[in-house]
DNA sequence: CCGCGAATAT
DNA sequence: TATATTCGCG
């Protein structure tokens, strides 16, 4: 990335992608793992990374979620302004019991103890974008099929899309029959009440409450 | 169980 | 607003 430093892709991650964000870098330097971890990194991790970060890589993602969710609640906990310094090693990411002292640490979910695997509640599945190549796959799909037999499920095979799902289009065609309703009833009271201006709208309502 | 689609949630 | 998810129905 000729033109991009980490920070500036950390910037646009977070704007546009809502992603978790782990930072690597040889570059020790406090101000700048402060300044990764304060933009929204998860957390930021010196190179050479051991085995033993990468395998519990996750939990710095899951630390943070805790937080926000106990910021969110309103939980006031001092938790040590612990920015992502600590290399420790297998350093308990989670400040082990040290810094609620003499409390004992239960089965929290930190002790997760099945190693590999990522929790898949964290993993956000990304939205279908509706751009005009796909709408127009789409609409001639539906005109192909014809308005009165549309399905989901037809439109779907039709488009041959494979990461699609029928839900996706479902939602689809439900916003496009909203919007070709829309363009109906529009059509149906300018031909009915063809140049009337000012009464537009509670003519509209009228019509609408007596069922037209 | 499947496919829909309206309602509702995010 | 755009897209996702839920839920009752046939």
Redesign the pocket.
């Known amino acids: 990335m000729p033109d991009m430093d980490g920070f500036k892709l950390l910037e646009h991650v977070g704007l546009e992608m809502d992603l978790p964000v782990i930072m690597m870098s040889v570059d020790g330097e406090t101000s700048k793992v402060m300044r990764g971890v304060q933009h929204g990194a998860c957390d930021y991790l010196l190179k050479p990374i051991r085995m033993k970060e990468l395998r519990h890589i996750w939990q710095h993602v899951f630390r943070r979620r805790i937080h926000e969710v106990r910021d969110i609640e309103g939980y006031e906990e001092t938790q040590m302004m612990r920015h992502g310094l600590d290399q420790s090693d297998d350093g308990q990411l989670f400040g082990g019991g040290d810094l609620t002292s003499g409390k004992k640490r239960k089965d929290n979910e930190n002790m997760h103890d099945d190693k590999d695997f990522v929790d898949p509640s964290l993993v956000k599945?990304a939205?279908?974008?509706?751009t005009v190549d796909l709408h127009q796959k789409f609409v001639k799909a539906v005109n192909q099929i014809g308005f009165d037999k549309?399905?989901?499920?037809?439109i779907l095979d039709l488009m041959n899309i494979p990461w699609l799902t029928?839900?996706?289009v479902?939602?689809?065609?439900?916003?496009y029959?909203l919007y070709l309703s829309r363009l109906q009833k529009e059509n149906e009271l300018k031909a009915s009440f063809g140049g009337v201006k000012q009464l537009d709208l509670s003519l509209r309502d009228a019509a609408a409450s007596l069922g037209l």
């Open positions: 599945k939205r279908v974008v509706w549309v399905g989901p499920k037809k029928s839900e996706n479902a939602s689809h065609l439900q916003k029959r």
